[in-house]
């Protein structure tokens, strides 16, 4: 695949996932009953819900950033990979299956956005490796 067509991919899926993880980080730093609501009928203290809040918009602050923070992206790939991996199984158990719909669609857009990201990022120059 051409580095263009990789690029184009991959801000794409960042996009997506900055708007998806942005909007419902500010849903839960601001309390919106929705979010709340669903969240601790899963099960969820009210504490945690704050700090995922925090969490999900420092990640996509460092998303956003081009060219810079790479390995800090590489955990920031990571929490989003739990937190929908959570999701989906915490709705599994409390709502069913059919209510993981929006779980899936996020695994696989942060799955082909972490490839582009791969492609674009060699370890070298993630890690620093030599």
Do not use: C
Request: charged content about 15%; glycine content about 6%.
């Amino acid at each position: 695949m051409k580095t263009k067509t990789t690029k184009i991919i991959y801000w794409a899926g960042v996009i997506f996932m900055s708007l998806w993880f942005g909007a419902s980080g500010f849903f839960e730093l601001t309390k919106n009953t929705v979010v709340w609501d669903i969240t601790q009928q899963l099960g969820y203290p009210p504490h945690f819900i704050y700090i995922l809040g925090v969490f999900k918009i420092a990640g996509v602050l460092v998303l956003l950033l081009p060219n810079r923070l790479l390995r800090l992206k590489e955990w920031v790939f990571a929490g989003m990979f739990f937190d929908i991996l959570f999701a989906f199984f915490s709705k599994i158990a409390v709502f069913g299956f059919p209510s993981t719909v929006d779980a899936m669609v996020a695994f696989s857009v942060l799955t082909v956005t972490y490839i582009m990201f791969r492609k674009l990022y060699s370890p070298e120059m993630v890690f620093g490796e030599a």
